[in-house]
């Protein structure tokens, strides 16, 4: 009995410094603003605990699009800043714009957070964030994977990583449908007040 007992006791033993072995989250995050979380690593795992909202409202579809409005470019937030070792420099304007790339989404983790632009964060209005286009200003993201099209108001900075180039809200994410994946391959592309509303009925929802 007693070889056995030993041999439980190794066995217990190795599994406890496997289990020490698991990485840590990464602490590379960007401390200037709210980073959206990556692809989801795991079923049910997000990016440093974020992910979706206790209590959702109810009808996430209904939530209208950002309507484009003159809007006076905030005092600080687009001046020239540095971010993870990288120098920015925004754009004095935003028309002409368009860009494709990774989008992101972040949710809960930083609801109620204050923004670049010094507006709370609401994971559940339409809004992004974006390293250079004027804050505030509108732009149309576009999921070329199902069609889906939102229009967001950008009042906040990032993400700083090279592979994306934009971070959305949890609602808009969950009308372009890639709430689930984390990120999706988006086209971007800058709208005035001038410009045409977006049709009824685009947005592609992921439950």
């Known amino acids: 009995m007693r070889p056995l007992a030993i041999l439980l006791l190794l066995l217990v ?42 209590n959702p409202p109810a009808d996430l579809a209904a939530v209208p699009d950002a309507v484009p ?5 905030h005092r600080h937030a687009n001046r020239p ?63 070329p994977a199902n069609g889906a099209s939102v229009v967001v108001r950008i009042n906040d900075r990032g993400p700083f990583h090279a592979e994306r180039v934009i971070d959305v809200s949890y609602v808009a994410a969950w009308k372009l449908g890639f709430v689930q994946a984390g990120s999706a391959l988006v086209e971007v592309e800058s709208v005035s007040p001038a410009d045409p509303l977006p049709l009824e009925g685009r947005s592609a929802a992921t439950r």
Not at 69 to 73: D, G
């Open 81 to 143: 800043y540095r971010a993870l070792g990288r120098d920015y420099v925004p754009l004095a304007s935003a028309a002409g714009f368009r860009q494709r790339g990774v989008a992101t989404w972040y949710g809960r983790r930083y609801h109620g957070q204050k923004t670049s632009s010094g507006e709370p964060y609401d994971m559940y209005a339409m809004t992004a964030a974006h390293p250079v286009l004027p804050i505030p200003s509108y732009a149309r993201v576009t999921n």
């Open 13 to 54: 033993s190795g599994c406890g410094m496997l289990a020490r072995r698991e990485p840590p989250p990464s602490a590379s995050a960007p401390q200037a603003t709210p980073e959206a979380p990556a692809a989801v690593q795991r079923p049910g795992r997000y990016y440093k605990d974020d992910g979706p909202g206790a």
């Open 69 to 73: 409005r003159a809007e006076p470019p």
